[in-house]
């Protein structure tokens, strides 16, 4: 196992609803990607966090945000939840931030927007 | 136009033939490549990187040509576990984080 560790597993809210999703790295690991992936698609970087800053974001709307803490927890937040967010939310850890390191995923959130 | 495209399959194969899939991403700038394999309803994970010299694990090829921006995975001596989507992505190691860019998958399954 990658030792990457996510939850919940699996989590049901309504629209306009605000959710909040959490990750635990791998020990060491100073870098937490966020995905979401919906049904029938590959991943889609959200955003990506290195030593408790935010150094990279995808095409999201501010609504989703994040934190990163020292031990090496982190969290994805989204408010105004709409159906479209429904997915499956993973995170990744590498211990560094340059491009040859390798992501390890957690499990992944499924949400369910109703 | 999407920036790593994919066949999406699936691809339906009987045990032991080789199988081959191909991906192609719009980024020149991309950096590092890597083939993920994704079971249903569970996370990726990494089955190898791909490098221009072309690297293979087994009975699995990768190779990568720059030039052409375009990266093939081929399956030989396919197993029933084998059947899974396989991701083809791509890292372009910007300044904007280590992001890594996923195709849509080309699902795979191996019958007996």
């Known amino acids: 196992e990658t030792g990457v560790t996510q939850s919940p597993t699996h989590l049901i809210k309504t629209r306009g609803q605000q959710v909040t999703l959490r990750c635990s790295s791998q020990?060491?690991?100073?870098?937490v990607s966020w995905y979401q992936q919906a049904l029938g698609q590959g991943p889609q970087f959200i955003f990506q966090y290195y030593r408790e800053e935010e150094n990279g974001r995808g095409n999201f709307p501010p609504r989703f945000s994040g934190l990163q803490f020292p031990n090496y927890s982190s969290e994805l937040n989204v408010n105004a939840l709409e159906l479209d967010d429904s997915a499956l939310y993973l995170c990744?850890?590498?211990?560094?931030?340059?491009?040859?390191?390798?992501?390890?995923f957690g499990p992944g959130t499924r949400l369910l927007v109703l | 136009r999407k920036e790593v495209e994919q066949d999406p399959g699936p691809f339906n194969v009987p045990e032991g033939a080789t199988v081959a899939f191909n991906c192609t991403y719009s980024n020149s700038a991309s950096q590092s490549f890597f083939w993920y394999r994704q079971d249903c309803r569970k996370e990726p994970k990494l089955l190898m990187s791909v490098y221009s010299s072309g690297n293979e694990d087994g009975r699995f090829t990768a190779q990568l040509n720059r030039a052409s921006q375009y990266i093939s995975l081929l399956i030989r001596d396919s197993k029933l576990s084998d059947s899974a989507t396989y991701l083809c992505?791509?890292?372009?190691?910007?300044?904007?984080?280590?992001?890594?860019?996923f195709g849509g998958g080309t699902r795979l399954m191996v019958k007996p």
């Open positions: 020990s060491g690991h100073n870098t």
């Open positions: 992505v791509v890292n372009i190691g910007s300044n904007a984080g280590n992001m890594l860019t």
């Open positions: 990744a850890s590498s211990p560094g931030q340059t491009y040859q390191e390798t992501q390890y």
